[in-house]
């Protein structure tokens, strides 16, 4: 009995110093920085179809951000002010350039969510040292360039030659003819052609290919696969709003579309060159901003970015979002974020959190991150092997990659490109008209010689 007892004791200390080892562990981890990239929230929608409904449908305009848009930011920053600085009290509750990096497409969605989120992140202290206004909001300043200029955030819309070369060919790809080829629901198909043109002599079901052709009959809109969205866009958006729809959209067609969207939209950055020219063009510069904060180069330990549903996605396909097993098109106000951790060693490892719905912004009390595992990494994964499972997809000069048309370099991509290429054709009029001019003198003098010489002859 005695010995049992000692045993029970011995083993009851040890799994108390173990406790203590893990905790003392935990409280050693250090959450250094923090990048968040999100999309915005709730907006109208951005391409009409002609003849259903008008513009006056929505406050703003189209492609605006809708009040309910603005609510579910503002919420999301109350969450992440509670979360990172309340809690982990990652930076000062008040608002210093020193602490926070915010930037943003240069798309007024994004740029109304992230002033909607960043009303709740810093809120002025009533023992605040710095000077304000008094008032519950301090403004933040929100850095963008244009949106066609920005390869960070938008590049697949950027001056990217190759990007775009590719694009072009992804609906030949195995991929996509097999999606034009996969049968649609009954009841989704009964939905569309019993307003076409065409219904008596359909037969029964229908193929995604023929489905894009009766939604172009009925919008009178060029729609195929790759730009489905056009369509689906304004019939989700106006359906989200109880705003009036043609009779054939019905929740039932609407939810298909939306899958397809989702389809479409992964696929524009599947394929090693594709997410080095998008997704590892992002991933490159939130890893830069790690590498100055572990080198204590820059101060800031929070950067926000305010983008798309298409930025999400091409950072989650570089990241490969199919071993995470995301298939739906990133909603209204869904977020990645990357951190970064020291463990109680200074060593640094990433976690990586992905915020993905848009119900829990309006129903739920806690911010819920889903956890996402690289392939052969654990969720704390060390900063090397995230830097090597990300390296293959990181573009080493992306202006140059860009400009590469299959084979040959493109010419015709960069603003000193064409600035060279111009002086070089002025120089070479400048020389060709020197040359003519020349010529032209030396025919004059040689014309002048020979009548000379003629002259001479004469005599």
Known sequence: LFIIMAAMFILSFAALLLCKAVNSQQSGETLELVQLVFRHGDRAAVNPIPGVGTEGDWPLGYGMLTGRGMKQHYKLGQFLHQHYLVHHKLVDLSYHKNNTVVRSTDVDRALQSVGSQLAAWFIPQSDDPKPHTGLDWVPVPVHTVPKDDDPVLRPYSADCPRYAELRKQHPKRQDFVEKEQEEVP??????????????????????????????????????????????????????????????????????????????????????????????????????????????????????????????????????????????????????????????????????????????????????????????????????????SHTGPIIPKDWDSECSKIGNRASTFHTPNTMIVILATLFGFSIVTVGIIVCRVQIQKRRKRTYQLNEDFDLE
């Open 186 to 387: 009954e009841n989704v198909c009964d939905a569309i052609f019993s307003h076409t043109q065409g219904s008596k002599e359909l037969k029964t079901g229908c193929v995604v290919s023929e489905l894009c052709d009766g939604i172009a009959e009925l919008t009178n809109m060029s729609i195929e696969l790759d730009n489905l969205w056009k369509a689906s866009d304004a019939l989700f958006c106006r359906l989200e709003h109880s705003l009036d729809n043609p009779p054939w959209a019905t929740q039932e067609v609407v939810d298909y579309l939306y899958l397809l969207n989702s389809f479409q939209m992964y696929s524009m950055f599947n394929g090693t060159e594709e997410r080095r020219l998008t997704g590892g063009n992002l991933i490159k510069t939130l890893l830069n901003n790690i590498e100055k904060r572990i080198a204590n180069e820059e101060p800031q330990k929070l950067f926000l970015y305010s983008a798309h549903d298409t930025t999400v996605a091409m950072l989650l396909v570089a990241l490969d979002a199919s071993v995470f097993g995301l298939t739906e098109q990133p909603p209204y106000a869904s977020m990645v974020a990357l951190e970064l951790w020291t463990d109680v060693d200074g060593s640094p490892f990433i976690r990586i959190g992905y915020q993905n719905s848009t119900d829990m912004l309006n129903n739920e009390t806690v911010l819920k991150f889903e956890n996402l595992t690289l392939p052969g990494c654990s969720f704390d994964c060390p900063l090397d092997q995230f830097k």
